[in-house]
């Protein structure tokens, strides 16, 4: 049970090019999430997903791209990379059902955008 | 939408002391409360959480109060350690209905430091 993995770990990136940074699960949690991290500003939602096929925009959408074909698989697509971007990103599941469980994280995607 | 604000930004304290981290939120339908713990350059923790229908909930050292009314929650760490240094993370988030859960939306983080 390897929990949520996140690939890859570190990645450099040109302004203007694009990625997809990759999130698994195997614990057939409904519930997947972006977050980004930066100083001081926490952990902010890009875009959350209540089950396979279905996804919505969180706090700062715009630039990054999501879907959900499978329960296992919550890919974030970064369409023009921007300086901006430059960010941690950590993939989040939880069980769906109900508001009271916890989340998950995977250990995080570090992003430098040049 | 869900807005949560959280103090201090940083906190310092001595061994054995107490240390307390206040949450707010702005939506009244919002029902679960969470607090992650990150350690440098982990992930985020759950390490407590309290749902709307729960005044105060303990966990050894740790506790976390909920007041619904005036919408805000703390965490409390009680006889601190070093090994409780680290980033804490309240949130919270409301169920939107037909089983689905909502956003889990976070404050900005609290850095609390214990010195030896």
């Known amino acids: 049970n390897a929990g949520v993995t996140q690939t890859p770990k570190f990645q450099v990136l040109k302004t203007g090019q694009s990625m997809t940074l990759q999130c698994a699960q195997d614990?057939?949690?409904?519930?997947m999430s972006w977050y980004r991290q930066d100083p001081g500003m926490g952990l902010r939602l890009i875009h959350y997903?209540?089950?396979?096929?279905?996804?919505d925009q969180g706090e700062v959408p715009n630039g990054y791209n999501v879907s959900r074909s499978t329960t296992e698989d919550f890919p974030l697509r970064l369409l023009s990379a921007a300086p901006s971007q430059t960010s941690v990103y950590f993939c989040?599941?939880?069980?769906?059902?109900?508001?009271?469980?916890?989340?998950?994280f995977g250990s995080g995607t570090r992003l430098t955008v040049v | 939408g869900e807005n949560v604000e959280q103090h201090p930004s940083t906190l310092s304290v001595q061994e054995g002391d107490s240390a307390v981290i206040k949450c707010t939120y702005s939506?009244?339908?919002?029902?679960?409360f969470p607090w992650y713990k990150q350690e440098l350059g982990k992930r985020p923790q759950l390490i407590i959480d309290?749902?709307?229908?729960?005044g105060e909930k303990k966990d050894q050292r740790i506790a976390v109060t909920l007041n619904k009314t005036a919408k805000h929650f703390s965490l409390h760490i009680t006889e601190t350690q070093p090994e409780d240094s680290a980033v804490y993370f309240c949130?919270?988030?409301?169920?939107?209905?037909?089983?689905?859960?909502?956003?889990?939306?976070f404050g900005q983080g609290t850095t609390l430091q214990v010195k030896p």
């Open positions: 989040a599941s939880s069980y769906g059902g109900g508001s009271y469980f916890g989340y998950t």
């Open positions: 614990m057939n949690h409904e519930y």
């Open positions: 997903s209540v089950g396979a096929g279905i996804t």
């Open positions: 939506d009244s339908a919002s029902n679960y």
């Open positions: 309290i749902r709307s229908n729960v």
């Open positions: 949130a919270a988030k409301k169920n939107m209905g037909s089983g689905n859960t909502g956003k889990l939306i």
